[in-house]
């Protein structure tokens, strides 16, 4: 698995991370949500250096021009709700893709540390043979991401995969590596050392759904 780290060169993505971290900054619900988008424009744009191209023609006022523009099928499937805000950073970029929406949370059966995933609402185009993005803000233990891509695989088996997310943790990014397919790259903005004993990552931001859209029951 290809990884591209972000936050290691110097760009104003940095500044969208550091605001979703601040805990006086985050709470504004509108200036999270936003910024979440904007890191999702920011990493559609790093993710479309590498997809593929085709020349096409065009004319203008006055004359004609040929410009190298995207020949991929792309398919954006976001995992809810948390993914909603980068989902629609990445749709600003790549505005002529295919959208898919799967629910995936955690489950705790004792009410304690441990956890399963349970998978409910899911709409998805077929996506075999396209490029297929799978969004997630938050790569935590890596268990959501990959009960998804199992819950994918009965609607084709994509070209390649790119999973985008905000931040991670290493735990988590190792988790994946194993249970992904060899063309499978990871787009992350920052990573982050540690979980805590619930599966958190640590010093991450919090609850990136309860922070874009309010606290849950």
Not at 143 to 154: G, I
Request: aromatic letters at 8%; one cysteine or more; proline letters at 4%.
């Amino acid at each position: 698995m290809k990884i591209y780290h972000l936050a290691r060169q110097r760009s104003i993505l940095n500044k969208f991370l550091l605001e979703i971290r601040d805990k006086k900054i985050q709470k504004d619900s509108m200036r999270f949500r936003r910024n979440i988008e904007r890191i999702g424009e920011v990493l559609g744009y790093e993710i479309s250096k590498k997809l593929n191209y085709k020349e096409k023609h065009v004319i203008t006022p006055l004359g004609a021009k040929s410009m190298d523009v995207l020949s991929e099928e792309v398919v954006l499937c976001s995992i809810l709700r948390a993914g909603l805000p980068l989902h629609n950073g990445l749709l600003n970029y790549f505005d002529d893709s295919e959208n898919a929406f799967i629910s995936a949370y955690r489950h705790h059966p004792d009410n304690d540390q441990h956890f399963e995933i349970v998978v409910e609402y899911f709409a998805s185009p077929p996506i075999h043979g396209k490029t297929l993005l799978l969004i997630d803000p938050m790569l935590a233990t890596g268990r959501s991401l990959v009960s998804v891509y199992e819950a994918l695989q009965k609607y084709g088996k994509p070209k390649d995969i790119h999973i985008v997310s905000v931040i991670g943790s290493l735990d988590g990014i190792d988790f994946i590596k194993s249970h992904f397919p060899i063309n499978t790259s990871l787009w992350i903005a920052d990573i982050d050392n540690k979980l805590n004993n619930k599966g958190y990552i640590l010093p991450g931001l919090g609850d990136a759904g309860d922070l874009a859209f309010g606290e849950k029951m």
